[in-house]
């Protein structure tokens, strides 16, 4: 909340613990993490650096936490019984439908996953989460061909690659105050890419 | 060519203008454009000032010369008479099969230019002609959509964004030095994306 000291502070006072945590992290998109100050925060949020600390202990723990949103949703997907049991293109439509609606649910929270490149613990462990998702995925696509699901000409690991590059694109430009659904987004990739996979009722 | 006063360079001499922009160009993309000085340029190429000034007249110009190069090879694929007369379809597989080569043969360029956030006259012009490209995309799918080849479930921009999404997250892990060709890709993307176009074959 800005104090009668801060008149000037632009921001939105009454912040939670969350609404902060986006706003700090689309600052993060725009300008990088290393070069984002606690200042610029604290200008962002119209908050003081010590309100800030009580939310937060440090810029690395903002970085933590939103990273920690992101992966803990995917890996989600990633674990939920229709992702594990089953027909394996039941099981890889099911995680790119859920990595979609992922994407747009917390779209400023994995974008700062996808732009990452640095070097401190938080981030290399973020790399090796986010790394272990696109192992699964591409260990789906491998059953998919031995089954014969998947056309036998396609690399599972370039498809993995492809199917990611296409749905993690979608943070660059999908808008939740837009004219389509998470869920429409979600079968317009389905439907981009299903028949890639053979159905197995094509067979 | 490095100098007798400037011993402790490393760099390779020799370079043509084509090879030299390579290394400024991968530069741009490591640090950004805005963030890299003539003096970081001078250092990588194991140059003077001066003679990047030979070849260059100026940090923009390199800019202009590099997003040129990337977006002359794009449009010459959407202005080839495979991708402007024949069944939308074709057209369609032709441009995406185009792009994936070009990404593939000019990889740091494009690289740039899917970059490109800037304001200048010069990044502006650049991101005009991307949106034309992409518009092109969009119009082949629109019309694709209206002759009943792309499914009547998908908004043609949507297909247009993910099949961009698709082929330009390639720059991302392609490696001209791996086992897969830029052939290779090409089809497995073609592979991936073609049957959410339904053929005309199967209508």
């Known amino acids: 909340m800005t104090t009668a000291t801060e008149p000037a502070r632009r921001g939105r006072p009454g912040y939670d613990r969350d609404s902060m945590l986006e706003v700090v992290v689309e600052a993060f998109n725009e300008r990088g993490y290393d070069a984002t100050s606690l200042g610029v925060l604290a200008e962002r949020l119209g908050l003081s650096k010590s309100a800030i600390y009580h939310h937060f202990a440090s810029k690395e723990q903002m970085l933590e936490v939103a990273l920690g949103k992101a992966l803990d949703a995917?890996?989600?997907?990633?674990?939920?019984?229709?992702?594990?049991?089953?027909?394996?293109?039941?099981?890889?439509?099911?995680?790119?439908?859920?990595?979609?609606?992922?994407?747009?649910?917390?779209?400023?929270?994995?974008?700062?996953?996808?732009?990452l490149r640095g070097n401190t613990p938080i981030?290399?462990?973020?790399?090796?989460?986010?790394?272990?998702?696109?192992?699964?995925?591409?260990?789906?696509?491998?059953q998919s061909r031995a089954e014969g699901t998947l056309r036998p000409d396609i690399d599972p690991r370039v498809a993995e690659r492809l199917t990611f590059g296409m749905v993690n694109s979608i943070v660059e430009w999908y808008r939740p105050d837009g004219p389509i659904t998470p869920q429409q987004l979600a079968d317009s990739v389905l439907e981009l890419v299903r028949t890639g996979l053979r159905e197995p009722s094509s067979l």
Do not use: N, Q, W, Y
Not at 123 to 142: G, N, P
């Open 123 to 142: 981030e290399l462990e973020a790399l090796r989460r986010r790394r272990e998702i696109d192992r699964k995925l591409r260990a789906m696509f491998e």
């Open 74 to 115: 995917l890996e989600a997907v990633f674990d939920a019984p229709e992702a594990t049991s089953g027909p394996v293109v039941d099981r890889i439509r099911h995680v790119i439908r859920g990595a979609v609606l992922v994407l747009c649910e917390h779209r400023a929270f994995v974008t700062l996953l996808l732009r």
